[in-house]
């Protein structure tokens, strides 16, 4: 329960950083400094795996996904 009441606080202060920001900022500023923030994000979990499929290099000829 406590981490759906915490998303949904996160997801509503989202609303107000936006209105706030757009303000402040040209509005195409905001949405490149969202999309470096999010891309930030998730790339750990991007080498993470990046990692892993690189130690499984070997490809067998029914692997469709190689």
Same mark, same amino acid.
């Given at each position: %329960?406590?981490? +759906? @009441?915490?998303?949904? *606080?996160?997801?509503?202060?989202? /609303?107000?950083?936006?209105?706030?920001?757009?303000?402040?900022?040209?509005?195409?500023?905001?949405? %490149?400094?969202? +999309? @470096?923030?999010?891309? *930030?994000?998730?790339?750990?979990? /991007?080498?993470?795996?990046?990692?892993?499929?690189?130690?499984?290099?070997?490809?067998?000829?029914?692997?469709?996904?190689?």
């Amino acid at each position: %329960m406590f981490y +759906l @009441i915490a998303a949904v *606080l996160i997801w509503a202060s989202a /609303f107000i950083a936006a209105k706030f920001s757009y303000t402040m900022f040209d509005p195409a500023l905001t949405v %490149m400094l969202r +999309l @470096i923030l999010s891309a *930030l994000l998730v790339l750990p979990t /991007f080498f993470r795996s990046y990692r892993k499929s690189q130690n499984n290099t070997a490809c067998n000829y029914g692997d469709w996904a190689c």
